[in-house]
């Protein structure tokens, strides 16, 4: 067989095919063990070589290369579906190893999969421990369609670990009813009433407000009306739900027209009179609350602290402090102890007239009465002196505030936080941080962002890169916003060494700065006789822009990479 082979070759070699113009898959490498002189196989052939003769057949040779190099029915070529090697499972998972379950899930709809069955696969196939907390990630966040959705949420509560509860269709519902898929939504409660599971009070709220919040108010109504055909109750409880949520819309003359209506129909309670009275104080009208509380009392419902909280508010919105201040002392003429949301209504009046000795007043007798100051007592007195600039106050008050072990929330801090960086310098906002961290509270990301871009402009840099490392330590990333506070506080101190690395880390993260923040950037370093590092850091940003720009092109396009 060699010798046929070599016999071959060196004919062919004498022919116009000559070796360097044969396919690969002919290549003499396979034949290396062959004794075939290279000047006959890899020179350049010569004009008298190139010449064809006659009895040349190039029939014949395509039948000897065939017979030398038969085509086997077993190739190599691989099986589509068979089982991937380990190596190759680890590399599938080391691909989509930085993405969180539900952002696994979510890009099954990427792939634009054509019927439920084949979605329903892909999700299978994503392989995750399903928790009802990944499931309220998955339609809270990204941007899914109602259909979507609805068919993500079939597949969850058909896993083993999702209950088929009405706490679990809530989850749905409300994300539903928050992105205004109403049409679906209605769909889910007529799937939930078919599984012969009974909506709460919570499922009404949230569909009743996601109706009135699309500007639906008629099918609100209408769909109280007809709740029994979703397997709900037409009492008074449902009923107090529907008016607060209109009342809490603003839709107070549509409650007072539905609870006019509802007169014999349903019992109204202590509660459903003070949703309407609540409502009508928002906006000062008097003559409203007055009738509605002569109603109150007429049908046998003893006014609350609630009542004369909701009276005190109005009055002040109306402008009658002294009317207010008189319903306050009539209150406790009556015997009726004021409670902490009266004390608030009326602190809040005082706040709104600029008067702070009376609001003090108030205060000092609430905590002289044995009335426990909450929350929203000290949110209101310390929000209204950082506005008044009366910080001293407000630090004392935050003082009081945490030594009766009441511990602001993380919307409190940030409320506290956000007026202070509109004026001063950034001790007094500093203050604050450093107490809401000592007594362990937790701080938004707003918050960092406000304290940050304070210190960037004091030019405060020791500060700020502290705080940027406890950011970091509370679990948030950094952004685009971020590294730009960072790079304009390094900036304005001449620190350009460091701004410098902290762009560059900028950009290898994917984030480009904008233009004010790298064109100043720029201008500091020519400035400083820089110019090769400058020019460098261009063509940097110049890149990393352009890649920020096909990213957004990519996005535009729903292309995810």
Known sequence: ????????????????????????????????????????????????????????????????????????????????FTEKSPKEQLKTRAVDGFLSPGEKLRGVFIQ????????????????????????????NRGNLGGEAMVVFFNWAVKQPTIRKDVDTYN???????????IEFMVEVLKDMHFQGISPNYETLYLVMDSFIKAHQVSKAIQMFRNLEEFGGKCDTESLNVLLQCLCQRSHVGAANSFFNAMKGEILFNCITYNVIIGGWSKYGKIGEMESC?????????SPNCLTFSHLIEGLGRAGRIDDAVAVFHHMEEKGCVPDANVYNALISNFISTGDFNETMKYYNA?????????MNTYTKLIVAFLKARKVADALAMLDEMVGRGIIPTTGAITSFIEPLCQFGPPYAVMMIYKKARKVGCGISLRAYKLLLMRLSRFGKC??????????????????????????????????LET??????????????????ISSKLNNKLLASNKVERAYKLFLKIKVARQNDNARRFWRANGWHF
């Open 1 to 80: 067989m060699a010798s046929q082979l070599q016999g071959f070759l060196s004919r062919l070699c004498r022919t116009r095919y000559h070796t360097p113009y044969l396919p690969s898959s002919v290549s003499l490498i396979q034949f290396s063990t062959l004794q075939v002189t290279s000047n006959t196989l890899m020179d350049e052939p010569t004009d008298n070589q190139i010449k064809i003769p006659s009895n040349f057949n190039e029939h014949d040779v395509l039948n000897q290369l065939s017979d030398l190099l038969p085509i086997r029915c077993s190739t190599s070529i691989s099986k589509p």
């Open 462 to 495: 020791g500060m700020l890169l502290n705080l940027w490392d406890e950011m970091q330590e509370s679990g948030y990333s950094s952004d685009a916003e971020v590294y730009e506070y960072v790079i304009n506080g390094l900036c304005n101190i001449g620190q």
């Open 171 to 181: 989850v749905i519902i409300k994300a539903l009813g928050r992105r205004k898929f």
């Open 499 to 516: 701004a410098v690395l902290v762009m560059e880390e900028s950009l290898r993260k994917g984030f480009c700065p904008s233009r004010l």
């Open 293 to 301: 509380l002569k109603e109150m009392v007429a049908d046998g419902c």
């Open 366 to 374: 609430m905590v002289s009465g044995n009335c426990e100051p909450d």
């Open 112 to 139: 634009r999969l054509r019927g439920k069955a084949a979605i329903e696969l892909a999700l299978t196939n994503v392989r995750i421990d399903l928790t009802i907390d990944i499931v309220s990630e998955v339609v």
